[in-house]
């Protein structure tokens, strides 16, 4: 797979994206990682470069305060827009970046396009629960119609088959109760069309305190709630990790078995790492476009890279299919 | 303080609601006590009871699967109608019902009635951070309009001084990214209302990550975001806990170097217990009604009926008088 990189994007960008390149590159000889940057500068420091990293020239970057659609007009020659417009034209089949989240969305709508059949994108997103969820949208589509939801729920199925290896992936509805007839008017009526689409296999709705329980595979929600569940779920975690680490440090008898403890206590904090995925998939859109966190270091572009070779190059060709499919269906059951 | 208490609601009633209203009424010598339920049993297991705890006829209990609304005209002498008719007719100035949640907001809207100038209630609750905020709606209104967000924080702000003993509470509004351009269109409505209104300290939007950081000391969304909110903080602290605990059984050294801190650990629980709160108070509507967890133990309704008696009779007259200020001024504004 060929991997268009975003190389000045986030907070750590140019050099922690560079060295999560070259760790993929190494654990992938196959793929190829092509970095997008201010070219001097980038070949000066890949001086011994492995064969299957390239450079393309590229000046400047979007930062996270600025308007992403007006900043990409106004420099079509920024990093993010010349990485997509290189998916656009088949020079690349993906895209990754660690900059602006509003950026990246845009410049994949705007410069990339979305798949037939997909009104809006979403950004999918893995809970690193000891039970592993991918929940979408985080983020990309703030407000959504019941049928962008039938929608999330089908890109969600085939990038979980894809990337996650799960042949028949449970899909559930983020929703205030278990009933169908929980939530307001667009989740009630997302839970119809769920329930009667014969591509996504529907186990219902899904209450907050139940994401972690391994109960689906997938969790559909809109991007307003589903960025609100992660960064809940993120500082959740973070503050009850803290509050664990007060607790070992209160005195030096504490600390003592804290030390004999501390492989263990560190693996739990790793296990709940989001740079264990290392990014966010933007689906609906053609070619995987993933997100890097703002501050990733090097070991989260690198996992980000290897789950986008992962993913392999069909899934903009199977999640076409299977939108269409879900449609023909809905016109069947409409006759 | 006199307060109606549902003897029959909840997954451990009535031994648990009577031993809780005992404690309740031992530290609040005070303040009275009514218990709402099948007579015969309460007075048999309230043989030597404190003067200031009665018992009031009621029969049957509004279960969590059935039609609130529909059951409370069906059965007005279930428990939570008897106790709700109280507060109406001047008998009770609160109700506490651990009992179904629907049931509890029907009957405070159907039998005691909302406050002047609020269109919608909310439910509020504490989140047990190290810096407790109160987080409002987290159920009763699953779509909200701006207004009703402005008239939650408004609602929240007279909470959190009367309960929380805050003079000037800080006030958040729930969004996925800090700017004020963020969100669907009511947030970011809501967002305007809430910069202009001279009744409410608005500190600006709070991201998920940020809810427990003390940023603020009342967060303000809708009760379908809430939700979900309130039980994804619920569900990750027991998951990383439940880890934790994994991690210190994981050998015969870990398990030794856990005993040590089992009471450092056990404090950490403790701490984000939301039984520390015990209740949940629906707001907007005459009287303080608390809402206990389905599943509470005494000390849980212990606390909340400490909470409700601590938060003082005037709320339901300090709300209104703030809510007409505000539309007072809201009005004067427009003209």
Redesign the interface.
Known sequence: MRIAVDALGGDNAPDEIIAGVLAASERLPGDEFILVGEGEALRSRLRDKPGNISVREASGVIGMGEDPAASLRARPNSTVAVAARMVREGEAEALFSAGSTGASVAAALLLIGRLRGCRRPAIATMLP??APVLLLDV?AT??CRPQDLLNFAILGGVFARKYLDIRDPRVGL?N?GEEPGK???T?KEAHGLLATSDRVRFVGNV???????GVADVLV?D???G???????????????N??R???T?SA??K???A??RP??R??RD??DPENYGGSFLLGVRGPVVIGHGNSLARGVENALVGIAHSGSSLSEDSERELAAAQEQQKGDAV
Chains 1, 2 share one sequence.
């Open positions: 629960f000891d983020g703030v407000s983020i205030v939530g307001d008017d989740v209450e907050g305190r139940e994401i972690s329980h929600t991007g307003f709630t960025n609100v569940i992660l960064k809940t779920a993120e500082g959740v975690a973070r503050e009850i990790l509050m664990v007060g607790a070992v209160a008898v504490t003592l078995a804290g004999i403890l263990q206590l693996a739990v296990r709940v």
